[in-house]
C-alpha cells in the first residue's frame, strides 16, 4: 500500500497516519485532511496551538463541497485524541468498516438505573453521562456467528429528558430531550437507535422529540432517517485546554464561574480550542 504525504506531518498527524497504516487503510493527505476514498470520508486533523485551532474546521463552503462529492467529514482534536483515545478510535472503526457488527433484532430493550447507565456512558461516549430522567439499553439476547455473546451488559444506551413546555406556532407541547446515545467501543449496533426510540416513544408518548448531533462527527444523517427534521444549528464552543493534562473547559463555564475574561480563566500556557457546535433536529409526533 503506498499514501501520499504532500505536506509537512505533525506529530498529531503522524501518528494517525500510523494508526490508518496499521489498519491498511489507503488515504491522502492535503493539508490536515486526510481523504480515505475507499469509505468517502474526509478527516480533519487539529492539532492544539495552531491556527486551525481557533477557526471553525473546514469552513461551511469547504463542507458544502465535501458533501457534494459525497464525502463524510469528521474532525478531530488533538486534546479528545491524547485523553480520550479509546473512544476516538472505537469511532473511527467504525466509520472504517472495522468494528463488529450486531443487529438491534437480536436485541431486547430494557430499563436501567442512573449507575449502570453513568457507568457505561463514561466509557463509551465522548461526553460522558449526564443527568437524566429515563435510562434505556439494548441486551444482546440472540447470539450470531459475528457477535456469539449474551452479556448481562448492555450493548448500547439511550437516555432522556423529562418533558419541557415549548411553544410551538402557537401551541405549548410537551417537548423531551434525547440527550445522550451510544453503543459499546468497536460495536455498531445497526437499528439500535431507532429500536431504543421506539421503545421510549411506546412508553411515553411524546408530543416532540428534540436532539442534537455533534458536528464534528455527524450531519445528522441517522436522525433524518429516523424521521427527524432538521431544526437549526448551535454556535461552535470555545474551550481553554490545559497544555499538560489536555483537559479541556468551556470559556462559557470559566466565565460563570471567574467573571467576564478574567486572567484566573487561563492557566499558565494555556490552549484555545473552538468546536464546530451542533446541529439541532426535532420530531414531532401525534400524540397529545
Known amino acids: 500500500m503506498s499514501n501520499y504525504y504532500p505536506g509537512i506531518l505533525n506529530t498529531f498527524s503522524l501518528e494517525f497516519s500510523n494508526f490508518l ?56 482534536y488533538e486534546d479528545e485524541w491524547r485523553t480520550k483515545s479509546e473512544i476516538i ?15 438491534a433484532r437480536n436485541c431486547e430493550v430494557r430499563l436501567i438505573d442512573s449507575n449502570t447507565a453513568k457507568k457505561f456512558l463514561n466509557w463509551n461516549h465522548l461526553l460522558g453521562h449526564t443527568a437524566a430522567s429515563y435510562y434505556y439499553a439494548l441486551f444482546v439476547v440472540k447470539g450470531t456467528e459475528s457477535f456469539p455473546e449474551i452479556s448481562a451488559e448492555p450493548i448500547a444506551v439511550a437516555v432522556f429528558s423529562s418533558p419541557r413546555p415549548m411553544n410551538r406556532d402557537g401551541e405549548v407541547i410537551s417537548s423531551y430531550e434525547w440527550v445522550r446515545y451510544a453503543s459499546r467501543r468497536g460495536v455498531r449496533v445497526a437499528g439500535g437507535m431507532g429500536k431504543l426510540m421506539n421503545c421510549f416513544i411506546k412508553e411515553h ?22 424521521g427527524f427534521r432538521f ?26 464561574k471567574f467573571g467576564e475574561d478574567s486572567p484566573e480563566m487561563y492557566e499558565e500556557n494555556a490552549l484555545i480550542l473552538r468546536n464546530r457546535g451542533n446541529l439541532k433536529f426535532l420530531r414531532r409526533l401525534s400524540f397529545s
Open 231 to 256: 431544526a437549526g444549528y448551535t454556535p461552535p464552543i470555545d474551550f481553554v485546554v490545559n497544555p499538560v493534562t489536555f483537559e479541556r473547559v468551556s470559556i462559557k463555564k470559566l466565565r460563570r
Open 89 to 103: 478510535t472505537s469511532r473511527l472503526l467504525i466509520n472504517l468498516g472495522k468494528s463488529r457488527t450486531v443487529f
Open 205 to 226: 408518548s411524546p408530543q416532540e422529540i428534540m436532539s442534537y448531533a455533534d458536528r464534528d462527527w455527524s450531519e445528522g444523517d441517522v436522525y433524518k432517517k429516523l
Open 21 to 76: 497504516n496499521q489498519l491498511d487503510i489507503e488515504f491522502k493527505l492535503q493539508g490536515n485532511l486526510f481523504f480515505i476514498d475507499k469509505f468517502k470520508l474526509a478527516i480533519e486533523i487539529v492539532e492544539l496551538n495552531t491556527p486551525e485551532s481557533m477557526a471553525i474546521p473546514v469552513e461551511n463552503h469547504d463542507k458544502t463541497e465535501l458533501s457534494l462529492i459525497g464525502y463524510k467529514h469528521i474532525t478531530l
